[in-house]
Structures are given as C-alpha cells and as structure tokens.
C-alpha cells in the first residue's frame, strides 16, 4: 500500500510543476493540456487558506521538534495543538496587515520549494525510497517549478555565465545534476531498487 502511495506522492509533485513546464515551452506539445491550469492564479484567490495550511505543517513540525524532546512519544497531540493555535495566529495577523506569504515574491517561492523538498524527502525515504532517487526526484521538480515561475533567473544566470566564472560553474554544475537526476531515476525504476513499504 506505501508503494502505491509513494508513486502517488511522486505523481503530485510532477503535475504541480506540469503547468509550469509547460509555460517555460518545454515539452510544449504533451503539456499544453495542464497550461490553462494557473498555481498563481488559485494561490491569490485562496491565499488565507493556502497560506493557513503551508504555516500549521512549518509550525507543527517546529512545534514537535521543540515539544518532543520535552515529552518524548506523548507529544504528539500537544504539538497540533500548539502549530494550529500558531497557525490560527498567523491567519489572524495577516488578516489584521493584509499581508499574504505571496507578498514576499522570489523569497517565498524559495520558501515553498524548500518545504516541498523537505516534505517529500522524508514521505519518499520514510516509505523506504532511496534516498538518492529522492533527490533526484526532487530536483527535478524543483528544476521544473524554478524554470516554470522565474524564468527570468535562468536567463540572468545564463547571460552572467558569459562574464563570471563562477556563474558558469553553476550552469555546468545544475545541468549535471540535471542529467544524472535524471540518469538516477530511470535506472532506480528499471532495476527496482526502490524498497517502498
């Protein structure tokens, strides 16, 4: 059943990045389909809630990690209840300042990705997934979102490599991840690797 579940948990994560792949023109053809759908579009129109969602899982798992070393195993229930009194506070002020996590632009992308990531990582490598196809994994939906939302950055980044070494560093270095995430998964499938419980 965790198998299931975990091909399931890889399959979210690749529509949510299908649209913005799509909008980069990648892939064009197969994914004009899923370009109509808009992640933003629907982040501005429900952003209290999304945004009430996003900060009870970042709050309760702060809430658990501090909790849990106090309580051990019966912290559990204490941890939701002190990440939703949290999260409620939170709705609460941006209620109040009229301030959604939205309004912190590129910084709140980063945010989301870094959560995505972490809270894919350990549903995969908890449901006994390699912890290298994991990455890889997510690396390429945090590839296919990046290039989908902040195109501009790619550009930059390319146009700088022109001039910094450094900069081209980091194309080589990203399009070699790229490549061997790539590399990573379809041998992690073929060869059945993967022991998902």
Do not use: C
């Amino acid at each position: 059943m965790k198998k299931a579940g975990m091909y399931i948990a890889i399959v979210v994560g690749l529509l949510l990045s299908v649209n913005l792949v799509s909008a980069s023109q990648v892939l064009t053809p197969l994914f004009d389909t899923f370009a109509n759908i808009s992640i933003a579009e629907i982040y501005l129109r429900y952003a209290s809630i999304i945004d009430f969602f996003l900060v009870l899982v970042i709050f309760g798992s702060i809430a658990k990690f501090s909790v849990g070393k106090l309580y051990g195993d019966s912290s559990n229930g204490l941890a939701v209840v002190v990440g939703l009194i949290m999260a409620i506070s939170f709705s609460f002020m941006e209620l109040k300042y009229g301030f959604v996590l939205g309004d912190l632009g590129w910084i709140a992308i980063m945010v989301f990705l870094a959560f995505l990531a972490f809270f894919l990582y350990n549903i995969m490598t908890g449901m006994g997934a390699d912890p290298k196809f994991a990455g890889a994994v997510l690396f390429i939906i945090s590839y296919a979102i990046i290039a989908g939302t902040i195109p501009q950055w790619f550009e930059w980044l390319n146009h700088t490599a022109e001039y910094s070494i450094g900069a081209s560093l980091l194309v080589v270095l990203i399009h070699i991840v790229l490549i061997t995430s790539v590399i990573k998964i379809i041998i992690s499938v073929i060869s059945g690797k993967n022991n998902f419980k």
